[in-house]
């Protein structure tokens, strides 16, 4: 069976503070996807990366970066230089390959910036 | 981009009534359709796997006479929440995949209020 944790149920930061959120996985599947959405108030999920699990190369999106460690299962997500407009819910998902490819989420992180 | 809808955004409905929603992909086919559940500050749940043509695949302890799900078409599936109770006000969201498509697109959400 497949489980996304994510221990950190909230977090409050500053503005210009960097903060990291971190995910870690559990999967008998040798191939899965792995990813991040952003929930904002409204609660239309945003997108934010998929990373395959043979690709172990962190990734940086402007403000954002992402750890993926096989070793230790897991895939964590740092913001620099955090602005009020990420404050959101974030949510670490995992789905197999091949498969239905349903997601099992994470319970997420609130991540309040505070001006 | 892939967009997906859902109608309504929102619905209040009595306790006793059913209640249909929608979930369309505009400008692909969809030949796999996820329903997931979000309870207040909680995660995502998987409720049911919906293929083109085929009956639904529900997870367990997802009541299928009563969370109706129906994939009739490459571009549209319905969940009727039947016979509502208060406790099935949740935040209801849909997901669509392409076959073969390792991409899968979320809907708005839907908030279901039953009063």
């Known amino acids: 069976a497949q489980k996304v944790t994510q221990a950190q149920t909230e977090i409050s930061v500053v503005e210009k503070e960097d903060v990291t959120l971190d995910c870690v996985y559990e999967?008998?599947?040798?191939?899965?996807?792995l990813f991040w959405y952003k929930q904002p108030p409204s609660g239309e999920l945003v997108f934010l990366i998929r990373?395959?699990?043979?690709?172990?190369q962190n990734e940086i999106s402007g403000r954002y970066s992402w750890n993926f460690q096989k070793s230790t299962s897991s895939f964590n997500f740092t913001i620099t230089a955090s602005q009020v407009v990420d404050s959101a819910v974030y949510f670490c998902?995992?789905?197999?390959?091949?498969?239905?490819?349903?997601?099992?989420f994470g319970s997420g992180t609130r991540l309040q910036v505070q001006p | 981009g892939a967009v997906v809808s859902q109608h309504p955004s929102w619905v209040i409905c009595k306790s006793g009534t059913s209640v249909k929603i929608e979930c369309r992909s505009l400008?692909?086919?969809?030949?796999?359709m996820f329903w997931y559940r979000q309870f207040p500050k909680q995660s995502l749940m998987l409720m049911a796997t919906?293929?083109?043509?085929?009956?639904?695949?529900?997870e367990q302890g997802v009541e299928k006479d009563k969370f109706l799900i129906n994939h009739a078409s490459l571009t549209l599936s319905t969940l009727t929440v039947t016979s509502a109770h208060p406790e099935d006000s949740s935040f209801y969201i849909c997901?669509?995949?392409?076959?073969?498509?390792?991409?899968?697109?979320f809907g708005p959400g839907t908030r279901l209020t039953v009063t």
């Open positions: 998902a995992l789905s197999e390959v091949p498969g239905r490819r349903a997601l099992t």
């Open positions: 400008d692909f086919q969809a030949t796999t």
């Open positions: 999967t008998r599947d040798t191939t899965y996807y």
């Open positions: 997901s669509a995949r392409e076959e073969g498509a390792y991409e899968q697109y």
């Open positions: 990373r395959n699990s043979f690709d172990e």
């Open positions: 919906s293929n083109e043509g085929s009956k639904a695949t529900y």
